[in-house]
């Protein structure tokens, strides 16, 4: 039988280290337990090389080593389809007993070969070698981010793995589902203007050159919108003026690339994210759902954390430390530092500005029930309902905005066009008459 290594608290708080046999690390949990300690640490005994563990397995012994062949480069991070489902998988077979290492080594071989298989394999090496299995998942933050090893390590403290995993998989697919709904309002119109940009360059760059050669044909005199046309052309193709070294056409094409390169840069540094995030909070369009999306995020992490066993203090390190926004990274950091000096969760998220009256007043009741992961879940269950919500009437909105927009700039193009073409016709009738 495996010795473990553990460190605890007695029940003065006093640290008390010592060794414990048991089956598996959930067995050694509840013996500590069971004599009167609460766990912090467990970890199996590590067994030299070369030397089999006594009572260990034959085909522990006999472990196979990883070829060549099974190794795979890759590139990037686990995505979170992948990760939600071993998450689910993993719940399931812990729920139904079986040890760790078997669990990790059943979800191991399903995998196909790539990252996530890759991973499954060290940590299982990892945790067959006495490393708890939450440390095991830190060394790959590409697959299991901080905000999931942190539940981990309470899960295996607690002794509840399996519910752990089981609200991790729940989080995961409800995150998930909450970044489809926001990037489907993006796409629609992303790629509806797209092609009508395309689509304009293009009679821009191919028929009014034509048109223009006719007027000069027939020696029409050209009114300003017409010329403005026509000089907006030659802007596009390069051939305004003599000096012209780029053809506009290529600037404008450029112009999504430059943008998304500049807020990269200005990414990077406090400053340029705190203005941008502002910025985008205060856009009279997206900023209701941008906001909305940062409450449910970081309310349904900060829940989800609390409500798994960790410390306030460590989950709201987290939660901030997993926002996309600078601006609640700050509101968070001035709740973290309240509460550390014991006072209200809620009164810095309201003098912040940053949640509306409702969920700060949701989250001081919560606090003073001691209820708070609970009410902060149903916070965020209640601002995805208005994410949808969101979502429809802006792409409601987003439509006879598009239309109107287009129908401008199609519009423009025919008169413009057809005005000489009028006066052609008419001087043309004039002299056959």
């Given at each position: 039988m495996?010795?473990?290594?553990?460190?605890?608290?007695?029940?003065?708080?006093?640290?008390?280290?010592?060794?414990m046999q048991?089956?598996?690390?959930?067995?050694?949990?509840?013996?500590?337990?069971g004599i009167g300690l609460f766990p912090s640490s467990v970890r199996e005994q590590k067994v030299r090389k070369g030397r089999a563990r006594a009572g260990a397995p034959a085909a522990a012994a006999d472990e196979p080593k990883k070829k060549w062949g099974e190794i795979t480069i890759t590139i990037g991070g686990v995505n979170t389809k992948t990760l939600t489902a071993f998450t689910r998988q993993f719940a399931t077979l812990q729920n139904a007993g079986l040890p760790i290492l078997k669990s990790l080594g059943i979800l191991e071989k399903q995998?196909?070969?790539?990252?996530?298989?890759?991973v499954l394999r060290g940590v299982h090496e990892d945790v067959s070698g006495g490393m708890t299995l939450s440390d095991a998942m830190a060394k790959h933050p590409k697959a299991f981010s901080k905000l999931y090893t942190k539940m981990i390590a309470a899960g295996?403290?607690?002794?509840?793995?399996?519910?752990?995993?089981?609200?991790?998989?729940?989080?995961?697919?409800?995150?998930?589902?909450?970044?489809?709904?926001v990037l489907g309002a993006m796409i629609y119109p992303a790629v509806v203007l797209s092609v009508a940009a395309l689509i304009v360059l293009g009679i821009m760059y191919f028929i009014v050159p034509k048109f223009e050669q006719i007027f000069k044909d027939f020696e029409t005199n050209l009114p300003w919108l017409t010329v403005a046309l026509i000089d907006t052309s030659k802007w596009l193709g390069g051939t305004l003026y003599e000096g012209q070294i780029v053809p506009g056409a290529v600037i404008i094409l450029m112009i999504p690339f430059f943008v998304f390169g500049a807020i990269k840069?200005?990414?990077?540094?406090?400053?340029?994210?705190?203005?941008?995030?502002?910025?985008?909070?205060?856009?009279?369009?997206?900023?209701?759902?941008?906001?909305?999306?940062?409450?449910?995020?970081?309310?349904?992490?900060?829940?989800?954390?609390?409500?798994?066993?960790?410390?306030?203090?460590d989950a709201i390190l987290i939660t901030r430390d997993t926002t996309n926004s600078e601006v609640y990274y700050r509101a968070l950091n001035r709740v973290h530092d309240s509460v550390r000096q014991g006072e209200?969760?809620?009164?810095?998220?309201?003098?912040?500005?940053?949640?509306d009256e409702v969920v700060v007043n949701m989250i001081d009741v919560g606090e003073q029930s001691g209820d708070l992961d609970k009410m902060l879940l149903r916070v965020a269950d209640n601002h995805d309902e208005q994410v949808d919500?969101?979502?429809?009437?802006?792409?409601?909105?987003?439509?006879?905005?598009?239309?109107?927009?287009?129908?401008?700039?199609?519009?423009?193009?025919?008169?413009?066009?057809?005005?000489?073409?009028?006066?052609l016709i008419q001087s043309v009738s004039m002299r056959g008459g």
């Open positions: 495996p010795t473990y290594i553990y460190e605890a608290l007695n029940k003065k708080g006093q640290p008390s280290k010592g060794e048991a089956g598996s690390s959930e067995e050694a949990i509840a013996k500590i337990r995998q196909r070969p790539g990252l996530m298989k890759n295996e403290v607690g002794g509840v793995l399996d519910l752990i995993l089981q609200r991790l998989a729940e989080f995961l697919e409800k995150a998930a589902k909450l970044k489809r709904r840069l200005a990414r990077k540094a406090t400053t340029g994210r705190l203005v941008l995030d502002t910025v985008a909070l205060k856009s009279p369009v997206f900023g209701a759902l941008i906001a909305k999306s940062a409450i449910a995020r970081f309310t349904r992490t900060l829940g989800t954390l609390i409500g798994a066993g960790v410390p306030i203090l209200s969760f809620a009164e810095p998220l309201r003098t912040s500005k940053t949640c919500a969101t979502v429809s009437s802006l792409v409601s909105l987003l439509e006879p905005i598009m239309v109107m927009l287009l129908g401008g700039i199609v519009g423009f193009i025919v008169v413009a066009l057809f005005m000489p073409l009028v006066s």
